[in-house]
Every structure is written in structure tokens, then in C-alpha cells.
């Protein structure tokens, strides 16, 4: 049963609840993390990791469109045994190319197969979980493109910054269906993931080994600032990506929700961009089509 939103915020044991979410993150994230994202992209990659025929670049394309398989291949590679040298990967393609498709294969499937044990807790935040899902996925194809056409950046390094810049929004989604109380509290649930996602988020990233450098990048994404009239860091390019794929948290957004986020120039030229990368966030959906 679900509580109006008027109720959302109030009553001892939601508070208690939030408090205790809050507490148990901050001891999870101690330890290693496997939380579920969308669950249509855990059931086709471990459909597609269990064909053993299945073709490098398909896998790498649902790879890509996971916000946390990628970066767990990340810590993977850039561990003691796969890294003696300390040379760090930021992208998924230099990942794949340091571990090699058997590697790849273990760690991902290792991965899915517990997001897909993990989804059905997720049944009461499924849409909500959607729409972060395709937020991101634009917010990657943005950075990927910015960072090809605007910038001197690998394409690769900023379309996955752009990709896990909310990871900790799909993290927080799935906590909260670990407690009765928010459960049936889906406003309280959005207003949660909206004060704390970001800074649970670099807590995250931070704790799964990401690279300081994509780190950086997604830090004080959704903050207001003006708007860079040429991107000249990881940082600009997330930031921007993140208007174009809706702007700060519009994917919490409910009808009736106001929300207005910095505005682009009708000259901007990022938005001259807009057609390259709807066609490059199309052919990253088709991968699920």
C-alpha cells in the first residue's frame, strides 16, 4: 500500500528509516557493492554472456549501456593482478583490451546475475528505475559527443562519466526498497534520492575504485553553475551532458513538479549537436530492441 505524498515526510518510523538507510549505506559501502539498475539490461546481457558464439562488439554494446557493470571491470583491471604497472584505464574498451573476453565475460555475468536476483525488490520503483535508466544513457551519448566534437578528451572516458554520473541515484533506489516504511512512500522515496544521490554517489564511485579523474568529473553534477561556453575538462562535459539529457534531476520529476535548469542560447553549440546525439543515445536502444 502506498501513502499519499502529503504523508510522505513525516511519522516516527519513517524517520527512523531514513536515518537507518542512511546508516546502513555508509556501512555497505565498506564492502563490495552489486545493486540492480534496469533489470531489461541484466536479463539481455546475461542471455548474451551465457552464448558463448555471442560477438565481442554486441557484448561490449550492453556492457556500455549498464551503469555499473562497466565500472566494476574498471576496478578489475585496474587491480594489483591485471595492473602491476599502476597505469590506471578510464574507459571500457581499454578495460576489455587489459582483461580479455573470458575475464570480461566472468565478471559481468558474476555481476548481472546478481543484479537479476536483486530486481524483483525494485518492482515498486521499476518506472522510476526506467527513466533514470534512458536519463543516463542520453547524459553518455551527450559526453560522448561533446568530447569527440568540442574537445581534445577520449570519447570513451567521457561517454562512461556521463553514463555512472547517477549511479548513486540507482543505488539509493534500491536501498530503499529494504525498508517497509519507505516502500510505501514513493514521494519520500524521490525527495531521498534527490538531496542525497549525488554525494552517495561519489562515496560510491570512490568506494568501487573508479578512477579519480571520472570521479572529479561527477562531482557536483547537478549544482548550479553557469553553463561553459566551451568545455575544457571531464568535468564541463558532465555537467553539460546532464542539461541535455533533461537537466539536473528531472527524471525524479512528477506532474505538477516545477524544476527549471539552466538554459542554453538558441546559438549554443551544443545544442547544434542535439541530432548526433539522439542518433548515438537510438543506437545505444536499439541494443534492447
Known amino acids: 500500500m502506498q501513502i499519499p505524498d502529503d504523508e510522505d515526510k513525516s511519522g516516527q518510523a519513517l524517520k527512523e528509516q531514513r536515518f537507518q538507510m542512511l546508516a546502513d549505506i555508509a556501512e555497505e559501502l565498506r564492502g563490495d557493492v552489486v545493486f540492480p539498475t534496469c533489470f531489461d539490461v541484466a536479463v539481455r546481457l546475461r542471455q548474451a554472456l551465457a552464448d558463448e558464439d555471442a560477438p565481442l562488439d554486441r557484448i561490449i554494446a550492453l556492457i556500455s549501456a549498464d551503469p555499473l557493470i562497466p565500472v566494476r571491470l574498471l576496478r578489475v583491471a585496474n587491480s594489483a593482478a591485471y595492473n602491476p604497472s599502476g597505469q590506471l584505464v578510464r574507459d571500457l574498451k581499454s578495460a576489455v583490451t587489459r582483461l580479455g573476453l573470458k575475464t570480461v565475460r566472468n565478471v559481468a555475468l558474476a555481476t548481472a546475475m546478481k543484479q537479476l536476483l536483486r530486481s524483483r525488490d525494485m518492482a ?56 517497509s516504511e519507505l516502500r510505501a512512500r514513493p514521494g519520500t522515496v524521490r525527495y531521498l ?8 554517489g561519489v562515496t560510491l564511485v570512490e568506494a568501487l575504485k573508479v578512477p579519480p579523474e571520472i570521479v572529479e568529473a561527477i562531482r557536483d553534477h547537478d549544482q548550479p553553475r553557469p553553463v561553459p561556453d566551451e568545455p575544457r575538462t571531464l568535468a564541463d562535459v558532465v555537467f553539460v551532458s546532464n542539461l541535455l539529457a533533461g537537466g539536473g534531476v528531472e527524471w525524479l520529476l512528477q506532474e505538477g513538479d516545477e524544476h527549471v535548469a539552466p538554459a542554453l542560447p538558441p546559438d549554443s553549440p551544443y545544442l547544434a549537436l542535439a541530432e548526433e546525439i539522439e542518433a548515438h ?9
Open 124 to 179: 515498486e520503483f521499476k518506472e522510476l528505475a526506467d527513466t533514470l535508466w534512458k536519463h543516463s544513457l542520453e547524459a553518455a551519448s551527450a559526453a560522448h559527443v561533446i568530447a569527440a566534437k568540442l574537445t581534445r578528451l577520449n570519447p570513451d572516458e567521457a561517454m562512461l562519466a556521463g553514463l555512472i554520473h547517477d549511479l548513486g541515484a540507482f543505488y539509493m533506489l534500491y536501498r530503499a526498497t529494504q525498508y
Open 193 to 200: 534520492v534527490a538531496q542525497w544521490h549525488e554525494s552517495i
Open 281 to 289: 543515445a537510438q543506437q545505444m536502444r536499439e541494443t534492447f530492441e
